[in-house]
């Protein structure tokens, strides 16, 4: 297909963007270091509501690579990538934060992916970034995601739905004109959310360890943090529980029943007992941050494994009706209105082989 006088790009990497004009700068300089050929992919820059002269910067670059920027009211990331769905030309979307910063081989491999299986979906490896020093709580986070892209690469995890991390991932355009696009009512869990649709239709999940991208976002502070992982356990219910009856699905139920002995127990004690739940997190909190200094991490990892927990299924009991995460703890992307039941169009039509093939 041609637009103008030059054929349309194979690739379409897709950026939302909100106030983070220094680390966007560095991920496009990477971008124009890619060794895909620059002609044939294109980037499109959504940017969120930004008011930091991030605008100002991009009108300034010099890009060896078509990119175009594409502005829109502050409306979440998920609103911002389906921006640039309708706006991409490429039949692959790979899906990139601003945070992200691509190795060279980043777009080739997810190309080479998407050539070789037309229904793929790929997850590509977030590497830690090698500079600076981090709180134990974001280290623990880095070893847990690179202990599952370990697994992934060895064979001994497998992918599905879940494991669509839009930070960096890519599927065809096709794919998403059958299942839809990002659910814009998901604040949290959006990206599980169309993988599992995904998922659902029958299409391929591939691991990219060399589509890799160095995560080097803001670092949240502890409350944040905590908070964070509540809502990611409210979203995973409302996900699950679309034209439900308000009882726990069946899939978390599983997940709960696969939790260790100890695991269950502390949630036993802790969930729907604010008080309780609170001196919990206090007291583990303690405890890390004093094994930290140590540099006992087997102990802290422990410990951060259990706060994720307790405030998980913390945000799951709450949506599911009891409504008492204590105001004491930091108030971040708090959920203010209810979320209304959402089928995307075209889903009962799957239209994607199912299996490998």
């Given at each position: 297909?041609?637009?103008?006088?030059k054929?349309?790009?194979?690739?379409?990497?897709?950026?939302?963007?909100?106030?983070?004009?220094?680390?966007?700068?560095?991920?496009?300089?990477?971008?124009?270091?890619?060794?895909?050929?620059?002609?044939?992919?294109?980037?499109?820059?959504?940017?969120?509501?930004?008011?930091?002269?991030?605008?100002?910067?991009?009108?300034?670059?010099?890009?060896?690579?078509?990119?175009?920027?594409?502005?829109?009211?502050?409306?979440?990331?998920?609103?911002?990538?389906?921006?640039?769905?309708?706006?991409?030309?490429?039949?692959?979307?790979?899906?990139?934060?601003?945070?992200?910063?691509?190795?060279?081989?980043?777009?080739?491999?997810?190309?080479?992916?998407?050539?070789?299986?037309?229904?793929?979906?790929?997850?590509?490896?977030?590497?830690?970034?090698?500079?600076?020093?981090?709180?134990g709580?974001?280290?623990?986070?880095e070893?847990?995601?690179?202990?599952?892209?370990?697994?992934m690469?060895?064979?001994?995890?497998?992918?599905n739905?879940?494991?669509?991390?839009?930070?960096?991932?890519?599927?065809?355009?096709?794919?998403?004109?059958?299942?839809g696009?990002?659910?814009?009512?998901?604040?949290?869990?959006?990206?599980?959310?169309?993988g599992?649709?995904?998922?659902?239709?029958?299409?391929?999940?591939?691991?990219?360890?060399?589509?890799?991208?160095?995560?080097?976002?803001?670092?949240?502070?502890?409350?944040?943090?905590?908070?964070?992982?509540?809502?990611?356990?409210?979203?995973?219910?409302?996900?699950?529980?679309?034209?439900?009856?308000?009882?726990?699905?069946?899939?978390?139920?599983?997940?709960?029943?696969?939790?260790?002995?100890?695991?269950?127990?502390?949630?036993?004690?802790?969930?729907?007992?604010?008080?309780?739940?609170?001196?919990?997190?206090?007291?583990?909190?303690?405890?890390?941050?004093?094994?930290?200094?140590?540099?006992?991490?087997?102990?802290?990892?422990?410990?951060?494994?259990?706060?994720?927990?307790?405030?998980?299924?913390?945000?799951?009991?709450?949506?599911?009706?009891?409504?008492?995460?204590?105001?004491?703890?930091?108030?971040?992307?708090?959920?203010?209105?209810?979320?209304?039941?959402?089928?995307?169009?075209?889903?009962?039509?799957?239209?994607?082989?199912?299996?490998?093939?």
């Open positions: 297909m041609m637009y103008g006088d054929a349309a790009p194979t690739i379409s990497v897709a950026i939302p963007t909100h106030n983070r004009q220094e680390l966007l700068r560095r991920v496009l300089a990477a971008l124009a270091k890619q060794t895909y050929p620059m002609d044939q992919f294109e980037v499109i820059v959504v940017v969120d509501g930004s008011d930091d002269g991030t605008e100002e910067m991009l009108k300034a670059l010099q890009n060896p690579y078509e990119l175009r920027v594409l502005q829109q009211p502050q409306g979440g990331p998920s609103r911002a990538r389906n921006v640039a769905i309708a706006a991409a030309r490429g039949q692959v979307i790979i899906f990139l934060d601003d945070d992200v910063i691509p190795v060279p081989q980043f777009v080739s491999t997810h190309a080479a992916i998407h050539q070789h299986d037309p229904e793929a979906v790929v997850v590509g490896r977030l590497l830690a970034y090698p500079i600076g020093e981090r709180p709580w974001e280290r623990w986070e070893f847990d995601l690179d202990q599952q892209f370990d697994q690469r060895e064979g001994r995890l497998v992918l739905g879940t494991h669509f991390y839009t930070g960096n991932a890519s599927v065809g355009r096709r794919s998403l004109a059958i299942v696009n990002f659910d814009v009512a998901l604040k949290y869990q959006e990206d599980c959310d169309l599992q649709r995904l998922e659902m239709a029958g299409a391929h999940f591939y691991f990219g360890d060399r589509a890799a991208g160095y995560h080097c976002g803001y670092r949240a502070s502890f409350s944040i943090w905590c908070r964070r992982h509540y809502n990611f356990g409210v979203y995973n219910f409302v996900r699950h529980n679309r034209n439900g009856d308000g009882q726990l699905p069946a899939a978390l139920r599983d997940a709960r029943a696969r939790l260790r002995p100890v695991t269950k127990l502390l949630l036993t004690v802790a969930i729907g007992r604010p008080i309780v739940s609170q001196l919990m997190t206090t007291s583990i909190h303690g405890i890390v941050t004093t094994s930290d200094w140590l540099h006992a991490w087997s102990i802290s990892r422990c410990g951060y494994s259990a706060l994720v927990n307790l405030h998980h299924w913390w945000g799951i009991h709450d949506a599911l009706g009891a409504h008492a995460y204590p105001s004491s703890i930091e108030n971040a992307d708090v959920v203010t209105e209810p979320l209304q039941p959402w089928t995307p169009d075209g889903v009962q039509s799957p239209g994607l082989s199912n299996g490998r093939g």
